[in-house]
């Protein structure tokens, strides 16, 4: 019998990299590995990195020279980096860390089961080819773990939008969409398994298909995919704000299954820095899109991300992302301090804001929409929702789901319910997240 090994597989950034780590863990199941959340027992440690931020890098060091000490106690384990770090740094990661073993990038996820055993023999290698031909989508390897009723399937990786900020399109490579058979049979398979709701995942949801001859529009996959049999729930991100049609707009109105909910990134208030950003769109596109939104579907839960401190972003640009939150009314935004990047556009601009005053605008920032979020939250008090469970809740005797709009609920009720489409009423809106309880 082949003695089993243990992988600490440990995931950084954002839910592509969340998925991509479901995959690494499937394909390394098939040569024995199963994974520990304790790196002291691991043979295998792989950091799956995110490089999007510089801090985000940062910490992927810092993990690596902790590893330092154990691979000194114990020299038969094995450490891999692969990702957007991996993407990016390549050989460069073998030369600089004598204890890492292999390296792996975004589109090399399918070699990791050779890399691993030529490990094991005690060869380092670097595999950081982009494939940028139609291959690539045999290589979208399906995640074969079968836990919870809400999971997320890649549809499109990816970006060919070149923001001036961002890594993205140099560590993820050129747009390339699955085809939808396949989608469509990945997600039949998951409603056969018990899933309910789907996430459509991609850098840019919104482009699926455009750029693949024959292939079904997003519109067409997402009405598909609301057909299938057992799913109940529909979700997708992320959207870019340039690429949302009508019809997609639309589909709020005419897909019951659709979740009221949009995560649509608007990243700064301000004409120019939204130009300088090279984002494709006006603040008043922007704002025009949200508002045929909340006209086609009422109350539906607007999400968004934010960057503050891009290079010449003046006081009154900030001010106007100030406003633009105010108007939009978003029900959380995820906001970032500008990073500088290697080989973005950005990154060659002169006019850097100071770190201070960066930091006093992210402040600003968050106190104004942690006001938003919590008069948002105490909206829904007294609303029944639907929603789906999805487990037990961290403080004791509760169970927790998402109403459709995605905002988090926590009820007092049987862990039997899990899995399970409840109607709840709100009963109370907090920072964070929602109470509720069952309807009789
Ligand atoms: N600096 C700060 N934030 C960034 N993001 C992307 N690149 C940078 C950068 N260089 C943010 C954007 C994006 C999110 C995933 O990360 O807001 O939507
Ligand atoms: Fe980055 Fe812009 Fe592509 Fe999003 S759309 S991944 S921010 S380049």
Same mark, same amino acid.
């Given at each position: #019998?082949?003695?089993?090994?243990?992988?600490?597989?440990?995931?950084?950034?954002?839910?592509?990299?969340?998925?991509?780590?479901?995959?690494?863990?499937?394909? *390394? =199941?098939?040569?024995?590995?199963?994974?520990?959340? &304790?790196?002291?027992?691991?043979?295998?440690?792989?950091?799956?990195?995110?490089?999007?931020?510089?801090?985000?890098?940062?910490?992927?060091?810092?993990?690596?020279?902790?590893?330092?000490?154990?691979?000194?106690?114990?020299?038969?384990? %094995?450490?891999?980096?692969?990702?957007?770090?991996?993407?990016?740094?390549?050989?460069?990661?073998?030369?600089?860390?004598?204890?890492?073993?292999?390296?792996?990038?975004?589109?090399? %996820?399918?070699?990791?089961?050779?890399?691993?055993? +030529?490990?094991? =023999?005690?060869?380092?290698?670097?595999?950081?080819?982009?494939?940028?031909? /139609?291959?690539?989508?045999? *290589?979208?390897?399906? &995640?074969?773990?079968?836990?919870?009723?809400?999971?997320?399937?890649?549809?499109?990786?990816?970006? /060919?939008?070149?923001?001036?900020?961002?890594?993205?399109?140099?560590?993820?490579?050129?747009?390339?969409?699955?085809?939808?058979?396949?989608?469509?049979?990945?997600?039949?398979?998951?409603?056969?398994?018990?899933?309910?709701?789907?996430?459509?995942?991609?850098?840019?949801?919104?482009?699926?298909? *455009?750029?693949?001859?024959?292939?079904?529009?997003?519109?067409?996959?997402?009405?598909?995919?609301?057909?299938?049999?057992?799913?109940?729930?529909?979700?997708?991100?992320?959207?870019?704000?340039?690429?949302? +049609?009508?019809? *997609?707009?639309?589909?709020?109105?005419?897909?019951?299954?659709?979740?009221?909910?949009?995560?649509?990134?608007?990243?700064?208030?301000?004409?120019?820095?939204?130009?300088? #950003?090279?984002?494709?769109? +006006?603040?008043?596109?922007?704002?025009?899109?949200?508002?045929?939104?909340?006209?086609?579907?009422?109350?539906?839960?607007?999400?968004?991300?934010?960057?503050?401190?891009?290079?010449?972003?003046?006081?009154?640009?900030?001010?106007?992302?100030?406003? %633009?939150?105010?108007?939009?009314?978003?029900? /959380?935004?995820?906001?970032?301090?500008?990073?500088?990047?290697?080989?973005?556009?950005?990154?060659?601009?002169?006019?850097?804001?100071?770190? =201070?005053?960066?930091?006093?605008?992210?402040?600003?920032?968050?106190?104004?929409?942690?006001?938003?979020?919590?008069?948002?939250?105490? +909206?829904?008090?007294?609303?029944?929702?639907?929603?789906?469970?999805?487990?037990?809740?961290?403080?004791?005797?509760?169970?927790?789901?998402?109403?459709?709009?995605?905002?988090?609920?926590?009820?007092?009720?049987?862990?039997?319910?899990?899995?399970? #489409?409840?109607?709840?009423?709100?009963?109370?809106?907090?920072?964070?997240?929602?109470?509720?309880?069952?309807?009789?």
């Amino acid at each position: #019998m082949i003695k089993e090994k243990l992988l600490y597989l440990q995931t950084f950034g954002c839910q592509m990299n969340v998925s991509d780590s479901e995959k690494i863990a499937g394909l *390394l =199941k098939n040569i024995g590995y199963r994974p520990t959340n &304790d790196s002291s027992l691991a043979d295998l440690i792989i950091l799956n990195t995110c490089s999007v931020r510089a801090r985000a890098e940062e910490k992927v060091y810092n993990h690596l020279v902790q590893y330092k000490g154990l691979k000194r106690k114990r020299p038969k384990i %094995l450490i891999g980096v692969g990702g957007c770090v991996a993407q990016q740094e390549g050989e460069r990661l073998l030369l600089n860390i004598p204890h890492l073993d292999f390296v792996f990038g975004t589109h090399n %996820l399918h070699l990791l089961p050779e890399l691993v055993l +030529s490990a094991e =023999k005690g060869e380092r290698q670097a595999e950081t080819d982009f494939i940028d031909n /139609d291959s690539r989508l045999d *290589l979208f390897p399906v &995640d074969n773990s079968t836990n919870g009723v809400s999971r997320f399937v890649t549809v499109m990786q990816g970006c /060919d939008n070149f923001c001036s900020y961002c890594i993205v399109p140099y560590v993820r490579g050129r747009e390339i969409s699955r085809r939808s058979a396949d989608i469509l049979e990945e997600i039949s398979q998951l409603a056969a398994k018990g899933v309910k709701e789907v996430t459509l995942l991609g850098q840019n949801v919104n482009s699926y298909g *455009l750029k693949s001859d024959g292939e079904l529009d997003f519109v067409t996959l997402l009405r598909q995919v609301s057909e299938i049999p057992g799913i109940e729930r529909l979700r997708f991100t992320t959207s870019h704000p340039k690429d949302f +049609s009508r019809q *997609l707009i639309d589909c709020f109105a005419e897909m019951p299954k659709l979740c009221k909910h949009v995560h649509l990134p608007a990243q700064a208030g301000s004409n120019a820095v939204l130009s300088a #950003m090279n984002r494709g769109y +006006s603040r008043e596109e922007y704002l025009s899109l949200i508002g045929q939104l909340k006209t086609v579907s009422p109350g539906i839960q607007i999400t968004g991300d934010i960057i503050v401190g891009f290079p010449g972003e003046t006081e009154t640009d900030f001010q106007e992302t100030l406003s %633009l939150l105010e108007e939009v009314r978003y029900t /959380d935004v995820f906001s970032f301090i500008y990073s500088k990047r290697p080989e973005t556009k950005a990154a060659g601009y002169t006019d850097h804001i100071s770190q =201070k005053e960066k930091q006093m605008r992210l402040d600003r920032l968050l106190a104004m929409q942690r006001k938003i979020t919590l008069e948002n939250n105490r +909206s829904f008090e007294g609303s029944v929702q639907e929603v789906l469970v999805e487990g037990e809740s961290r403080r004791g005797g509760q169970i927790y789901g998402r109403i459709s709009g995605n905002r988090i609920v926590n009820i007092t009720a049987d862990p039997a319910l899990v899995g399970q #489409m409840v109607r709840v009423t709100i009963t109370r809106g907090e920072q964070n997240s929602l109470q509720g309880e069952l309807c009789n």
